[in-house]
């Protein structure tokens, strides 16, 4: 049969994840490719600021062919130093300096590309610095010391001011959390509560908060959240904690349109050694990645007949014109 690449690999799958393309590792991922057909779509006007936008650095999933995401920190658009700065900063103005001069267009494409981006990122991140400051109806606080939370924060005041702000009527945000590689030390000394646990209740502290500021701006109904992960750990123990496995259990949060309160797909048989278990507790997953990711690009508005383009693969799995095929987790 022929296989996702380098299945134990963390970096290769979870750019497999992002790309839902498991015979790649480069590309454009399936949320920039549902972004560059609703982009133009997303606003009144074509916006400065792209729909996608990252807090959590650089990524596949939000790149795609004609739409480049827009990064910010986890509190919001970096500062760049002034001009008595020294270091990055400095050498970052200097190198603008050089090739930011309009009175002389500069043969070079490497040098006029980096003058463009450079100049659109200075001009996104005041446009964003600008709205941020704006007044507020969120009142709640991130819990302290949440990173998650921190970027979930920024998300929330990003959707408050998105549509009046920035003209955006849909968007795409990407958060991440780590440290769940525990091939040891999974459990705490008592054998109960361990790093694993802290970071479960970090995501839960972190979605409970993001759940109340979407309250108190009223879109709760308008926003899906959903977890996706490069692969779960294998059930059985290697002695201190646990190894790769394949696969894992997602969940999805949302307001009306949302379906919640079920399990979707085939649950497994999680018996180590049991008619599921493939070795060591590893499972085979039971429903593909393009198959969650339709349910949430055909909310956000991507048609069945464009899906194909979104999830090259998606045929293997269902088809776009057939609901019967759905997991149908989104009215």
Known sequence: ATLPQQLFAHDIQQQQWQLSRPDATDGYGWGGRLADMLQSASAAASPTVSMNISIAGVNRFLSG????????????????????SEGLDRA???LLSAVDDPAQPNPNALVRSVRDISSQAITNNQIIR?????????????PEANELATQLATVARLIEVGRTGLGHRRQVFFVAIGGFDHHDGLVGPSGAEGPHGALLTQVDDALMYFWSALS????????TTFTASDFGRTFRSNGNG???????????????????GRVYGKFPNIRVDGPDDTGLGRFIPTTSVDQYGFELAKWM??????????????????????????LGMLT
């Not at 600008?130 to 991130?142: A, C, F, H, Q, Y």
């Open 65 to 84: 062919r004609t739409v480049n995401p827009y990064v910010l920190g986890p509190e919001g658009p970096p500062t760049l130093a002034d001009e008595g």
């Open 92 to 94: 970052f103005l200097d």
């Open 130 to 142: 600008d709205i941020l400051e704006r007044g507020s109806r969120i009142t709640s606080r991130p």
């Open 216 to 223: 108190e701006i009223g879109q709760r109904d308008n926003v």
């Open 242 to 260: 646990s190894d790769h496995g394949w696969g894992g259990h997602h969940f999805v949060m949302g307001g009306a349109q949302l379906r919640g």
């Open 301 to 326: 508005g991507v048609p069945p007949t464009e899906m194909r383009t979104v999830f090259p693969n998606i045929d293997r799995f269902l088809d776009p014109g057939d609901p019967s095929t759905h």
